[in-house]
T-cell receptor, first 111, second 111 residues
Framework: GENVEQHPSTLSVQEGDSAVIKCTYSDSASNYFPWYKQELGKRPQLIIDIRSNVGEKKDQRIAVTLNKTAKHFSLHITETQPEDSAVYFCAATDNNNDMRFGAGTRLTVKP | ETGVTQSPTHLIKTRGQQVTLRCSSQSGHNTVSWYQQALGQGPQFIFQYYREEENGRGNFPPRFSGLQFPNYSSELNVNALELDDSALYLC??????????FGEGSRLTVL
């Protein structure tokens, strides 16, 4: 089955700096890669996703890149703000069935 | 449109007991997935129901079982509770295999 690894497990940046979180996956059949943000005590919420027919997708300060050959994808947050502080999870699936999540990255943005 | 709601929000059980967790899907959604999230970990896929049929299962023993009703609400049942079952149980609904919308979760403590 699919195995998703995520790093770093913790990331601390200064407000205004960029943050990058990286994930690798094992199953070449995976074709959908969402990223979720989970604030303390809250539900995971989708912030951006990418499908395997696209190499990059951007939504304002958030972007995701996908390298299918190397089986890795990354989340990029630019101009970070304190409200970006949360735990971020990457995930991978081939049809949204049996979605596998990474272990999470705790991002802290220091004002 | 109502979001995904789960009940109860918190509960405490003892080893060997049984528990039922409930989930109401977001309006219009026909697919429900259940995840177990241990403290500091990413969500782990338990199983998914699509139009009342189990449509995929993660690496969880048979004492984890589920049900989806005609109105697409769902239950997760866990028998013979073990200490390691203590976790946040998340329900997520979607339309077919689209974006997952998570509930706030049910936090189960097994003593």
């Amino acid at each position: 089955g699919e195995n998703v690894e995520q790093h770093p497990s913790t990331l601390s940046v200064q407000e205004g700096d960029s943050a990058v979180i990286k994930c690798t996956y094992s199953d070449s059949a995976s074709n959908y890669f969402p990223w979720y943000k989970q604030e303390l005590g809250k539900r995971p919420q989708l912030i951006i996703d990418i499908r395997s027919n696209v190499g990059e997708k951007k939504d304002q300060r958030i972007a995701v890149t996908l390298n299918k050959t190397a089986k890795h994808f990354s989340l990029h947050i630019t101009e970070t703000q304190p409200e970006d502080s949360a735990v971020y999870f990457c995930a991978a699936t081939d049809n949204n069935n049996d979605m596998r999540f990474g272990a999470g990255t705790r991002l802290t943005v220091k004002p | 449109e109502t979001g995904v709601t789960q009940s109860p929000t918190h509960l405490i059980k003892t080893r060997g007991q049984q528990v039922t967790l409930r989930c109401s899907s977001q309006s219009g959604h026909n697919t429900v997935s259940w995840y177990q999230q241990a403290l500091g970990q990413g969500p782990q896929f338990i199983f998914q129901y699509y139009r009342e049929e189990e449509n995929g299962r993660g690496n969880f023993p048979p004492r984890f079982s589920g049900l989806q009703f005609p109105n697409y609400s769902s239950e997760l049942n866990v028998n013979a509770l073990e200490l390691d079952d203590s976790a946040l149980y998340l329900c997520a609904s979607s339309l077919d295999y689209g974006e997952l919308f998570f509930g706030e979760g049910s936090r189960l403590t097994v003593l």
